[in-house]
């Protein structure tokens, strides 16, 4: 049986996950976005995959995660299930993050190389920065190391 392209360890994606119908913007609050960002990042971390970037924009989230020994699918389900608790506990209600997720395979160095320039640029682009290492909802390996 042929292992499917998302449980590759070593492969990594950009996954862009919109939140749900209804949610305007709700990271706008900079506080619950930083711990569920946060939150994200462990759970991402506990299923031993390596998060290089995560921005968490006011209505979606782009993060470059490497596989290592789960899938993709579980790894981003889970993220999404325990931030969603987060935001319950924080008093929020309802579905946070819409059902799926988008996904591109980084295949060459340039994708991965372009892959961390939008992230970092797409706060830039929105308004909320002049810089995008200086977004306070930006983290991953790539922004400890700097």
Known sequence: MPLDAY???GVAWHVTISVA???AAPFHDIPLGQALLA?????CQSDDA???LICLMPDHLHALIEVQSEGLVKIVG???SMTTRMWWTNGRQGTLWQKSFYD???RE???FE???KYILENPVRAGLVEEGETYPLIAGRLIAER
Request: charged share 20%; net charge positive.
């Open 21 to 23: 119908r209804g949610n």
């Open 78 to 80: 889970r993220a999404k």
């Open 104 to 106: 591109h395979g980084i």
């Open 114 to 116: 372009a892959t961390v």
């Open 50 to 52: 390596i998060v290089h």
């Open 7 to 9: 449980d590759l360890a």
């Open 39 to 43: 939150g994200f990042v462990n759970a």
């Open 109 to 111: 160095t340039h994708d």
